[in-house]
């Protein structure tokens, strides 16, 4: 009959539609590389440093969970040849973003991020870490790079001590940056003090912003900063060379950027993935300025606080306290809940930025600071998947 015949051309249409479906995805799936194994994820599993016996990597196997200026984790370890409990940071050279960090500013926050991970784990793990700051003396700021190479940012010393309960252990082990949508809901007078009293330095202080006038104020400045940035080829470029459309790239450098950075996971990601291996030019020139801005305006859009972290100088060993500071508030930030997400690129010292970045200095830190980060907090509406970490063993040089 008439009816049967159309019912049997639309039900082999859409058969036809679902294989296609099938063998476009199983195609996607395999040019990601999606039968392949994570062993970028490898650090964080809780398991993981448990691997080997030697105290100064399995806490270094924590460090390196911290957050970095574009996951680009600058640290290269060194064993102190004279103290089995000791063992050297470095500022790893070969991991300077030079256009978005002309002045390694970020690149030295990066250190601290590292530093402050490694107390926490040792806290846990009955050892009293003695951090020491630049050693052997500061960088010498007119030959910075051979100085990143021959001076270290810290010495780590481990004292054997009673093992004590922290909550910020567990944090660790969360993505520190959420770039996901956030809740309408303000932050309590207990979480903003509970972050502003972070910092126990005046020379360091934290402030939250959560008035609607301060954070639409911000909210412009960031769009500012970002917009600017989408129209800077060199930097945008940069950001580009380091990022990661699949997972051979992602196990073969295990640093930098991927699709999880904006939240992607589920059968999304080999999709997506597969997409950016076929075309690149998907995220790559006017694509990826357009897809930074929107993921910026998104961000900005559902922020209930801002926080800064302001300094009163700007020196080296101050930068690397930043950093500390910073992964203080975002593993307390954990603890009740809250998610972050810096936006640096109001912050950011390339001369594009200099007029943006000129007036918000001016505004929020009007007596000669420096703000050393600018990130939303807020409670997230999704989780976020983790990003890639390198081994723990390839930080490791021997002299
Ligand atoms: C100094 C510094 C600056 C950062 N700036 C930004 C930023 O402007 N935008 C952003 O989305 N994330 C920023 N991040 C977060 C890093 O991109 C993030 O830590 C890295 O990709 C690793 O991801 P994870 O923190 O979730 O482990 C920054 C982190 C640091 C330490």
Redesign the pocket.
Known sequence: MKGDKSFDVVAKGLFFLAVTIIVLFIILFTISGGFMKQNYLNPWSKEYSKRYSDPRICLAARGI???????MQPWTLKYDPTDSMSFYLYANRERITKEVDPEY??MM??QG?FLEYVLVAGEKEGWNVQIKLFPNGEYDEGNLVHSMDTLPVAKITLKSAQPEDTPLYNAMYM?????MPYWDHELSPYEISSLESVSETSDISIKVYKELSDRSYISTCVMKGATTEAGVPRVMEETNTIFRPNEHQKNQYRYG?SVE?QGTYGLMKPVLQGMLTIFPSLNSGKAASQNFIKSTQT?VDSTPAYVMIVTERNDRMTQVRS?MI?SQL?LTGHTMGLAM?????VLEEYPEMNPIYTEFKQTYAPEGGTIQ?L?RAGFPKGR?P??M?QDVMGFFVTQ
């Open positions: 969970l911290a957050a970095s200026g574009h996951n500013r970020q926050i990066s991020t993505p520190d940056t959420n770039r950027f950075g961000s950093g910073y975002v997400q810096p936006l640096s690129q980060m990130f976020m983790f990003s970490r």
